[in-house]
């Protein structure tokens, strides 16, 4: 059996964030026939012109109400193609770094507290009446349900928490003197303005005692969400 060998610039963006690539470049392709302006082609060899172009385009996108990820795949796009062009198109980041920040905050709307309860109760109830022996899936889901609620957690946050992400109320009285669990979260989605590092704080007494339950004799680098991935 012949083994093909892996081609390791092909595997070095996942399938289906190509995709999102070759789109955005199609996209801007597609508004320079429409305006009548050379093809990013032509300008391949030129970071300067290249820059040029993607300014033009991105405040087209802006004038158009366009959300600002399709300027962002254009760009990506075109570095992805040419790769001589990664760092090159300075003015391109400046331009959608001054858009970004003049686009209103908007707070996502979270989860009732509820809803949250009763997955909370549901997750209980199937672990200890009935599936028990599905129990080490249940219960860490609807502790970290409940947990993330306190905490204003994204789904991607909660899965991705390990037990060395998790400090608990001991540890926090006996440094600071505060109350309450730290949850560390890593890469977050909002990293591009926050830090890539970020950390929240759990005042709910019942969320952080099952939290301490969940985490004690764990290692370290346990995910968990047992079914998780990553």
């Known amino acids: 059996m012949v083994r093909v060998p892996k081609d390791l610039e092909a595997s070095r963006v996942s399938p289906a964030h190509r995709a999102l690539l070759a789109k955005g470049f199609d996209e801007l392709t597609c508004w320079c026939v429409q305006n009548h302006v050379p093809l990013p082609t032509a300008y391949r060899t030129s970071p300067l012109e290249m820059d040029e172009l993607f300014v033009s385009y991105i405040k087209f996108c802006h004038a158009e109400n366009r959300p600002i990820s399709q300027a962002r795949r ?50 209980l109830t199937k672990a200890f009446v009935v599936c028990p022996e599905e129990a080490h899936y249940w219960l860490p889901f609807g502790i970290l349900v409940w947990t993330g ?24 009285h006996s440094v600071l003197g505060e109350t309450g669990a730290v949850l560390g979260i890593e890469n977050p989605k909002n990293r ?7 950390v929240c704080k759990i005042d709910n007494e019942l969320a952080t005692k099952w939290l301490a339950w969940l985490t004690s004799g764990l290692d370290p680098d346990v995910k968990l969400l047992p079914s998780s991935y990553g």
């Open 74 to 123: 254009a760009v990506l796009g075109v570095q992805h193609r040419y790769r001589h062009l990664v760092r090159n198109l300075k003015q391109s980041w400046d331009v959608q770094k001054t858009w970004e920040m003049d686009k209103p905050l908007a707070m996502r709307i979270p989860c009732p507290e509820i809803i949250a309860k009763a997955i909370f109760c549901v997750a």
């Open 149 to 172: 609620w306190f905490g204003l957690l994204r789904p991607g946050e909660i899965i991705k928490l390990r037990c060395r992400d998790v400090v608990l109320p001991s540890v926090i």
């Open 192 to 198: 591009r303005r926050m830090g890539k590092r970020q």
